[in-house]
Nanobody
Framework: VQLVESGGDLVQPGGSLRVSCVGSGFTFSNYPMSWYRQAPGKERELVAR????????DYADSVKGRFTISRDNAKNTMYLRMNSLKPEDTGVYYC??????????WGQGTQVTVSS
């Protein structure tokens, strides 16, 4: 099992960015997936989740209305579109495969920095 995140970058406040997560070594379409982030000196926090078929989504209150989680099962890829970015969105963004209610099989993360 491998999860590889990409797309992180330095973005100005108010800007937009899309990060991606490609899964391999398992049947991607069978599993719900999650995005987490970890800011310096803080614990990892859940950002968003998406069901296996992509129909159901859930977001942390801090990102509702600004972030959109999606997936393309034909490409074994999950996305997180981030709009109206704030400095407090800065952190390493990780994806995880959800198995029986537990997030596991973490990727290596991609750095998102929101700063002017």
């Amino acid at each position: 099992v491998q999860l590889v995140e990409s797309g992180g970058d330095l973005v100005q406040p108010g800007g937009s960015l899309r990060v991606s997560c490609v899964g391999s070594g398992f049947t991607f379409s069978n599993y719900p997936m999650s995005w987490y982030r970890q800011a310096p000196g803080k614990e990892r926090e859940l950002v968003a989740r998406i069901s296996s078929g992509g129909i159901s989504t859930d977001y942390a209150d801090s990102v509702k209305g600004r972030f959109t989680i999606s997936r393309d099962n034909a490409k074994n890829t999950m996305y997180l579109r981030m709009n109206s970015l704030k400095p407090e969105d800065t952190g390493v963004y990780y994806c995880a495969r959800r198995i029986s209610g537990t997030d596991r099989d973490w990727g290596q993360g991609t750095q998102v920095t929101v700063s002017s």
